[in-house]
């Protein structure tokens, strides 16, 4: 019997519990492709799995972690031979298929995209699920025709995974970024990410007028509710924000007016069953759309045994930048 150490969700009389365990490799599921997993990532849906604030995992007992990058082990699918860098995000894993905090994984070989050449299995868990919605919001503003031309951007949750990410990404393209952040105290890191300019969290979390002072001719959203309410009625003519977070709230008390009177747009962002060609191009931005040097500067590593901590600490809102988990 081979088994190696997972970090797995139980059901309990309460609610769930996560904890360190043996997992046995003959329990894993159906998959074409088992992986030998290097690094993983605390992603806030992450947070809410393993803490249990809201119903992420839908199988008990669940090994948790929604991504990961390692080495395949063995396949039976034709992309896929033994001693391939692969990535994964999102597809359900962590949620209803065993996840990333494990030793091994065995998923579809059509969930996966290739580790970029130039990138190590660390710097890809570094950008992690966070990052890569970071830049597929990006790449939503791009096809709405945004440049650095038509004005300054706006990036919320902007201390957060997916904020960080996306203020330099953002910068690096050119883009005045305005960076929105409840923490003051992290001005000099947002700053030292690209952010031309700090703008308190309370700005956009008052009452939401229907059409607001034109700031922005865009952003990417990462907190939902009321801050991209304001968000969308500060938007320019014809902007418009890519929505992929809820860091704040589900909710969204908003009107027509930003999109009828303005023709502002509100994009979408799902990583988790984002289309294959669209994740590839992604990552492959990411490959040279993200300075490694500020990646560097927006990630601490943990061991396995930590994350429910970090956990923890994500849902409260209090991890700068990105988490990896050392796991092989
Ligand atoms: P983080 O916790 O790292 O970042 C979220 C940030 O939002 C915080 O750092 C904080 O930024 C801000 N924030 C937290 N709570 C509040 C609040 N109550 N009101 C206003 N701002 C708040 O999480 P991630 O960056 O990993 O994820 C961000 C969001 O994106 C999550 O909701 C996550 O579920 C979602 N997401 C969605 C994906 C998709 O496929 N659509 C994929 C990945 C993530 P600051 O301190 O700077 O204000």
């Known amino acids: 019997m081979a088994t190696f150490k997972a970090m797995v969700v139980e059901k309990t009389e309460t609610g769930t519990k996560a904890a360190l365990a043996d997992f046995d490799d003959a329990n894993l599921m159906d998959g074409d492709v088992t992986v030998r997993v290097e690094y993983s990532t605390v992603n806030y849906k992450d947070g809410l799995a393993i803490t249990g604030k809201a ?28 001693g391939d860098k692969v990535i994964l995000n999102g597809w359900g894993v962590g949620e209803t298929h065993l996840g990333a905090y494990a030793g091994k994984a065995r998923v579809k070989g059509d969930w996966l995209v290739r580790l970029p050449d130039t990138m190590s299995a660390r ?149 988790v069953m984002c289309p294959l060609p669209r994740r590839q191009e992604a990552w492959k931005r990411l490959e040279t759309g993200l300075d490694r040097p500020k990646l560097a500067a927006m990630t601490r590593e943990i061991g396995l045994a930590e994350v429910p901590d970090a956990a923890a600490a994500i849902v409260a809102g209090q991890i700068r930048g990105r988490v990896v988990v050392k796991i092989g």
């Open 55 to 82: 119903p992420v995992v839908r199988r008990f007992p669940m090994i948790a972690g929604i991504d990961f990058a390692g080495t395949v082990e063995s396949s039976s699918h034709a992309a896929w031979k033994a």
């Open 123 to 271: 710097e890809a868990m570094a950008i992690g699920t966070a990052g890569y919605t970071a830049m597929l919001s990006v790449m939503a503003l791009e096809r709405h025709g945004l440049s650095p031309a038509g004005g300054p951007v706006a990036v919320t949750g902007a201390a957060g995974g997916v904020g960080s990410v996306a203020v330099a990404l953002l910068s690096k393209l050119g883009f005045s970024v305005s960076a929105v952040t409840g923490r003051a105290e992290e001005a000099d890191y947002l700053k030292g990410l690209g952010a031309t300019e700090i703008v308190e969290r309370a700005a956009l979390t008052g009452p939401v007028k229907m059409l607001a002072k034109e700031r922005w001719a865009g952003g990417v959203d990462a907190v939902g509710s009321t801050t991209l309410a304001n968000l969308l009625s500060m938007t320019r003519y014809g902007g418009a924000v890519a929505a992929c977070g809820l860091a704040g709230g589900m909710d969204l008390p908003t009107s027509v007016a930003p999109f009828i009177l303005r023709g502002v747009c509100l994009y979408g962002i799902d990583s």
